[in-house]
């Protein structure tokens, strides 16, 4: 089996740091199931991967979510999250991922998470552990979009370069640190005041400027 025909899904949360970078670079044929975060329960995630993945069976799953050093976050409804305490006794998160694993993973699967800060902390490890006793298959914790490498058919390939084609991935992330950098630039110029609303794609902040009081929303 080639890159170009393994089967390959994405999962990426509307609250993923990097969610713009990774599917602007998405490599053709890899299958993307976008979700909102703060309005999608994990019977809505699943929905969705159904209607994306169509009865293929994939090769390598990754995940792109937000999280914490201990906890890697699925939806806000329902508070459903992965950390060691619910690998071992929330039911949901449990039965989401042996169904994960069973219905649309090949035998020679594996399932990555991506962009994670549990990664640089021994919780990482320690998920990616459990949940793999759970799914049978190997699993992986990462801090990067590029991941670890892995052996293909006998050769050494990163999780990132099946998933993304990394001249674009390198060129967007950088695109995105350069505007937030002008835009943490021009909000020394403003006062925080209050958060007057959340979405999917973030929370809208309303600025005083301290020059002349002027009031104004930023997203």
Known sequence: MTEQTRGKL???????RKATAAIGSKL????????SYETYSLEDVW???VKQVKGQKMELISFLLHGSEKE???CEVGMMKINLT??????????FFTALAREFLTPEGRIDF?????????????IARELQGIVKVPVGVHR??????????GQQVSIGQLFFNLNTLNSIENDLLKVNKDKDKKLKEYEKIKIVGKGAFG??????????????IIK
Not at 28 to 35: A, I, N, S
Not at 86 to 95: G, I, P, Q, T
Not at 204 to 215: I, Q, W
């Open 144 to 153: 990067n979009l590029i991941g670890t490498d892995i052996d293909l058919e």
């Open 10 to 16: 994405l999962i990426v949360s509307s609250r993923a």
């Open 86 to 95: 619910s690998l071992v006794s929330d039911k949901h998160v449990k039965d």
């Open 47 to 49: 929905s969705d991967i």
């Open 203 to 216: 929370a809208a902040v309303l600025y005083r400027k301290k020059e002349d009081g002027l009031m104004l």
């Open 114 to 126: 991506l962009g994670c800060y549990a990664a640089d902390h021994v919780d990482g490890g320690l």
């Open 72 to 74: 890697i976050f699925l």
């Open 28 to 35: 053709p044929g890899v299958v993307l199931c976008k979700y």
